[in-house]
């Protein structure tokens, strides 16, 4: 079993950057996919990254491309959300999530078929 826990969320403004972090416990970190998904108030959970337990493959939702990386320290179990050029439509609740498997692209963009959800961390970003 794996819990994990966001951080780094907060109120910017547009163009400025934020940088979350998911810590893992419980689990073999560094066995797992790791994913970046948002979830705006009135709207569905989004895909936004993922990253392969090597941390040598990673995917983007097409509207933070060249705008967010995502990466992974294993020593540390921390995965990271490099969030630049931020935009107000980036506004949401950011949850770190964990799967148990391959990484696969056509998988990692659907949150059923991730094992593990952190709380979320909010992100809010201004005119």
């Known amino acids: 079993q794996v819990q994990l826990a966001e951080s780094g969320g907060g109120l910017v403004q547009a163009g400025d950057s934020l940088r979350l972090s998911c810590a893992a416990s419980?689990?073999?970190?560094?066995?797992?996919?790791m994913g970046w998904f948002r979830q705006a108030p009135g709207k569905e959970r989004e895909f936004v990254a993922a990253?392969?337990?090597?941390?040598?493959?990673?995917l983007y939702t097409e509207s933070v491309k060249g705008r967010f990386t995502i990466s992974r320290d294993n020593a540390k179990n921390t995965v990271y959300l490099q969030m630049n050029s931020l935009k107000p439509e980036d506004t949401a609740d950011y949850y770190c999530a964990a799967r148990n498997g391959p990484f696969l692209e056509s998988l990692e963009g659907r949150p059923h078929e991730y094992d593990y959800w952190g709380q979320g961390t909010q992100v809010t970003v201004s005119s």
């Open positions: 990253i392969s337990w090597s941390g040598r493959n990673s």
């Open positions: 419980g689990g073999v970190f560094i066995s797992y996919v």
